[in-house]
């Protein structure tokens, strides 16, 4: 009897396809398909170019309320929901992100997926997959070694060392390199000063993956990046230090997305992996649009809850590539609408239904947020073996209030078999023309009102603090002709305020802007709210701790 007590043991035991064979029925022929191995393979630059065009499938967004720690089954409900489409009859496929090394060895584990709906190969794709990340990696690394070269050799540019923006990278939770000196050690290591490392999913270069439509507008961007500026304020450009085309290179095989397969056999692109608490925390461009002609439903999920991914993936990325989302999942969980309600996070296993209650304050103002957009929605109640008949009733019951509907789903004990009720409503949202996307904020609104907007309108905040320095750069920016910019919101996950620990749905709070940067390569402002980290620690026990090599070779404690 196979061991599926764990997801590594489930996709250890997946009786996968050819992945040519995945690709086929895409339409995707073998000689556009670089295999890695039997079961993940690139997608060609030439196929992507040449499916430009025609008919787009309907696409559906698979986002949450705001989560707990572990996350509340987004990615999971994004696989079961694709593999569910399937089982009703629809050609349908999913776009996921890869999975960061950093939460892999420290809390959250990876980005597969969890029980009967992952994708696989999991291991893989959990730690070095095809090496798009150590390629981001690289090349944002290069642009920092190019800057302190330059200095060294003299700073034709002029650059300013006190105004250096461009931090190193690292795929790896390393707190002890958030803040560092570098070129110490005299004259032959050049001009100490100080800096620091960001994890590689908050990398601006990821975010440039991921926006980016082809290679060209890729090298175009990277060229954009601001490293820093000079004494006079003028921006200093990656071009200017003839680092976009080496960049371009280090990123040719990376911009290409990665197929792989469900353990139901059906196809998933996997490609980037921005965070959505301090980046935009969605699939990339290229693998959504070319997914949506390839499929005739495209089921992608956006990081974190919906205040954070759901609107940087409407307002930044459908924005950007120009999508129209057709519905949308909130993935709901009791576990959440507890912690939520107030409860702590080692009592969530307890039957609490006065706290489920309570926490459907954050679940309807998700719901509400959502509906903002024009976009239908439907709430994934993600079955966790803890929950109760009463608890799950209770959140049935409140989002009828709303006028929407909330489905039990048990893909995760059952695959594709426990969600058929949710892709049979997600197609009937999807086919009904309810679908009127419109982002919230034009592109011609001032900055300032634009984080305004987000902050009372998603947030319902009563007001955004921002001292003189902030809104004189933000003017600046404008004045620079960055002012249709969109925004990226960098804040804490667990809250619609900027406060980890005010749960449920918070209103008139304020939200504090402490810093404000502009990713002119991948082409939105980044608004640093509170205390957020852009390199995250390790906790006091490590996943890493229970990662090994067992006697028949197979990794073990990957989840
Ligand atoms: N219904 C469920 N029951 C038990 N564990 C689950 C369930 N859904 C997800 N998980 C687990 O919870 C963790 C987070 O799931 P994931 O899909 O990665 O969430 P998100 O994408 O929202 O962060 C994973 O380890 C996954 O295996
Ligand atoms: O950006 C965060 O993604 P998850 O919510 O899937 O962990
Ligand atoms: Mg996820």
Known sequence: MADFTSDIAIARAASKKP?????????????????????????????????????????????????????????TTTVGLGDGLNRIGKKAMICIREASLGPNFGIKGGAAGGGFSQVVPMEDMNLHFTGDFHAITTAHNLLAALIDNHIYWGNELNIDIRRIAWRRVMDMNDRALRAITCSLGGVANGFPRETGFDITVASEVMAILCLATDLKDLEKRLGNIIVGYRRDRSPVFARDLKADGAMTVLLRDAMQPNLVQTLENNPAFVHGGPFANIAHGCNSVVATTTALKLADYVVTEAGFGADLGAEKFFDIKCR????????????????????????????????????????????????????????????????????????????????????????????WAQGSAGIEDLARKVVELAESGQAQFAPLYPDDMKLIEKIETIATEIYHAGEVIADKSVRDQLRQWEEQGYGHLPIC??????????????????????????????????????????????????PRTPSSEKIFINDQGQIEGLF
């Open 19 to 75: 992945i040519m064979e995945i690709g086929a029925r895409l339409g995707i022929p073998s000689e556009h398909l670089l295999p890695y191995g039997h079961d993940k393979a690139k997608v060609s630059a030439e196929f992507i170019a040449a499916s430009k065009g025609g008919r787009d499938g309907k696409l559906i967004l698979v986002t949450a309320i705001n989560p707990t720690p572990a996350g509340e089954g987004k990615t």
């Open 320 to 411: 950007k590539a120009g999508l129209k989302p057709d519905a949308a999942v909130i993935v709901a969980t009791v576990r959440a609408m507890k912690m939520n309600g107030g409860v702590k996070k080692d009592d969530l296993a307890a039957e609490n239904i006065d706290a489920v209650r309570k926490g459907c304050a954050n679940l309807g103002r998700h719901v509400q947020n959502v509906k903002k957009f024009g976009v239908p929605v439907v709430v994934a109640i993600n079955h966790f073996v803890s929950d109760t008949e009463a608890e799950i009733q209770a959140v049935k019951d409140y989002v009828a209030t709303l006028g929407a509907e909330a489905i039990l789903c048990r893909h």
């Open 489 to 538: 919101m960098a804040k804490t996950q667990y809250s619609f305020s900027t406060d980890p620990h005010l749960r449920g749905a918070p209103t008139g709070h304020t939200v504090p802007v402490r810093e404000v940067r502009l990713s002119a390569g991948a082409g939105f402002i980044v608004v640093i709210t509170g205390e957020i980290m852009t390199m995250p620690g390790l």
